[in-house]
């Protein structure tokens, strides 16, 4: 069973920045596709950003220029640095990984506890 470990939250001033990590407790990211979702209260839970096998990239609109969406594969974590943080961004932030391939018995997601970002002065 996999799990996925996310840190890096906290409470940051707009304008500011976070890193956020997410730690898999296997060697998951050569077959998952690792993403960043987020919830904000009220709110349904959204795509943040996502990272394939091959290092592709995507983001939502909120986050493009922002946002940077990385990985280590050495240390199975993947990484969302967050910059010019506003209040919107506020949510609980939650890693996520998501398998595509044609092997059934291999889950199709994980998810991680979440870690809440908090934008306010």
């Known amino acids: 069973q996999v799990q996925l470990v996310e840190s890096g939250g906290g409470l940051v001033q707009p304008g500011g920045s976070l890193r956020l990590s997410c730690a898999a407790s296997?060697?998951?990211?050569?077959?998952?596709?690792m993403g960043w979702y987020r919830q904000a209260p009220g709110n349904q839970r959204e795509l943040v950003a996502t990272i394939t096998t091959s290092g592709s990239t995507a983001y939502a609109d909120s986050g493009k220029g922002r946002f940077t969406i990385s990985r280590d594969n050495a240390k199975n974590t993947v990484y969302l640095q967050m910059n010019s943080l506003n209040a919107e961004d506020t949510a609980v932030y939650y890693c996520?990984?998501?398998?595509?391939?044609?092997?059934?018995?291999?889950?199709?997601?994980?998810w991680g506890q979440g870690t809440q970002v908090t934008v306010s002065s």
């Open positions: 996520n990984a998501h398998y595509s391939g044609r092997i059934s018995a291999i889950p199709k997601d994980y």
């Open positions: 296997g060697s998951i990211l050569s077959i998952y596709v």
